[in-house]
T-cell receptor, first 110, second 112 residues
Framework: QKEVEQNSGPLSVPEGAIASLNCTYS??????FFWYRQYSGKSPELIMS????GDKEDGRFTAQLNKASQYVSLLIRDSQPSDSATYLC??????????FGAGTQVVVTP | DVKVTQSSRYLVKRTGEKVFLECVQD?????MFWYRQDPGLGLRLIYF???????EKGDIPEGYSVSREKKERFSLILESASTNQTSMYLC???????????FGQGTRLTVV
């Protein structure tokens, strides 16, 4: 079993719709959870971080965390063509070991 | 402006060569990481370091070693390059604790 599991996609989303991305993790010591966006040929960049159970909203992005279920998700509202990228889930444990899921490719179609 | 710099953007090496990939960060970060990224496999952790001269194996350390003699510099060493080490290599750094990672621009290594 992989430590971080994500749907590989591609996830095709009509422009203006909601994209829903899921991530499960196996390390119960994970304390911080990050979502990175990676455009083709570029390095990952941070878009969201979440540290406690519940929802966290930042603009069109909402992260949801459920530590009991070892589950974290990312919603992208009003999806735009510029949101087409690969989204990487990254749980981090208490001493900073940063591991990534394989990523979910999102394709926003006009 | 924070910066993580990798020594090469593209590199071509021959099988059996010893290869050095260098990463330098200017943010005084304690933690530094080396990943490789292959299509469909995401970022896989090779090694990370949480302090000078300290290192921990990641998920795929075989065939690699690392060196961290100074806080700002983290080197990845391929002892004897093989074709299955052809990949994109990414370096990252973070502050101590659970904070945002900053990435270098990546090194596309091809072993022929």
């Amino acid at each position: 079993q992989k430590e971080v599991e994500q749907n590989s996609g591609p996830l095709s989303v009509p422009e203006g719709a909601i994209a829903s991305l899921n991530c499960t993790y196996s390390d119960r010591g994970s304390q911080s959870f990050f979502w990175y966006r990676q455009y083709s040929g570029k390095s990952p960049e941070l878009i969201m971080s979440i540290y406690s159970n519940g929802d966290k909203e930042d603009g069109r992005f909402t992260a949801q965390l459920n530590k009991a279920s070892q589950y974290v998700s990312l919603l992208i509202r009003d999806s735009q063509p510029s949101d087409s990228a690969t989204y990487l889930c990254a749980p981090t444990n208490s001493w900073g070991k940063l591991q990534f899921g394989a990523g979910t490719q999102v394709v926003v179609t006009p | 402006d924070v910066k993580v710099t990798q020594s090469s953007r593209y590199l071509v090496k021959r099988t059996g060569e010893k290869v050095f990939l260098e990463c330098v960060q200017d943010m005084d970060h304690e933690n530094m990481f080396w990943y490789r990224q292959d299509p469909g496999l995401g970022l896989r952790l090779i090694y990370f370091s949480y302090d000078v001269k300290m290192k921990e194996k990641g998920d795929i350390p075989e065939g690699y070693s690392v060196s961290r003699e100074k806080k700002e510099r983290f080197s990845l060493i391929l002892e004897s390059a093989s074709t299955n080490q052809t990949s994109m290599y990414l370096c990252a750094s973070t502050e101590q604790g659970n904070t945002e990672a900053f990435f270098g621009q990546g090194t596309r290594l091809t072993v022929v």
